[in-house]
């Protein structure tokens, strides 16, 4: 079946630093591919996406690309701020063809911590 | 459009007890699921409908959870006779026909069993 892997945090990092999450997936066919952010005390919101090879899902300064080579779909900042403390998961949901296609799959979720 | 709901935000039950959640979507979604996420792990798909259909149930809902979305409108997820390992955090999210795979979720529902 699908499965999404997030490299393990917590991850700690000063204000202003250059932020990388690892996510690789395992699924058949083409997946659309997702982040998405969970800040304290809220509820999850999609932060970007990506639904074919090589696009790359932009958004408040964070990037992805969806490499299909290497079944990846790392998440990058150049330069994170003390807002960006939240838990990070990466998604997926099976291609439109499929019966798991609007279902995510998510991985475990990474914890950032930017220091001012 | 005010996201998606729900109700109540927290609620704290004893063992054997029954408990209701309710899931307002946004309005034109006609697509609405249900996860459970627990301490330190991601979501975990529990189910879907389509309007008022329920398309999809995962071997995690057990026979003592209950989902229903009568109108293709709001939603209830039912847990009778808790168990403390049901305590989790049950999130409910919708979509659009149009962008099925893009799911809007609510601040989701805190269950203790105790």
């Known amino acids: 079946g699908d499965s999404v892997t997030q490299m393990e945090g917590p991850v700690t990092l000063s204000e202003e630093a250059f932020l990388t999450i690892n996510c690789t997936y395992t699924?058949?066919?083409?997946?659309?591919l997702f982040w998405y952010v969970q800040y304290p005390g809220e509820g999850l919101q999609l932060l970007l996406k990506a639904t074919k090879a090589d696009d790359k899902g932009s958004n408040k300064g964070f990037e992805a690309t969806y490499r299909k080579e290497t079944t990846s779909f790392h998440l990058e900042k150049g330069s994170v701020q003390v807002s960006d403390s939240a838990v990070y998961f990466c998604a997926l949901s099976g291609d439109a063809g499929g019966t798991s296609y609007g279902k995510l799959t998510f991985g475990q979720g990474t914890i950032l911590t930017v220091h001012p | 459009d005010t996201g998606v709901s729900q109700d109540p935000r927290h609620k704290i039950t004893k063992r054997g007890q029954n408990v209701t959640f309710r899931c307002d979507p946004i309005s034109e979604h006609n697509r609405l699921y249900w996860y459970r996420q627990t301490l330190g792990q991601g979501p975990e798909f529990l189910t879907y409908f389509q309007n008022e259909a329920q398309l999809e149930k995962s071997r995690l809902l057990s026979d003592r959870f209950s989902a229903e979305r009568p109108k293709g409108s709001f939603s209830t997820l039912e847990i009778q006779r808790t168990e403390q390992g049901d305590s989790a955090m049950y999130l409910c999210?919708?979509?659009?026909?149009?962008?099925?795979?893009?799911?809007?979720f609510g601040a989701g529902s805190r269950l203790t069993v105790l």
């Open positions: 699924a058949t066919g083409y997946p659309s």
């Open positions: 999210a919708s979509s659009s026909f149009i962008a099925a795979n893009v799911l809007t």
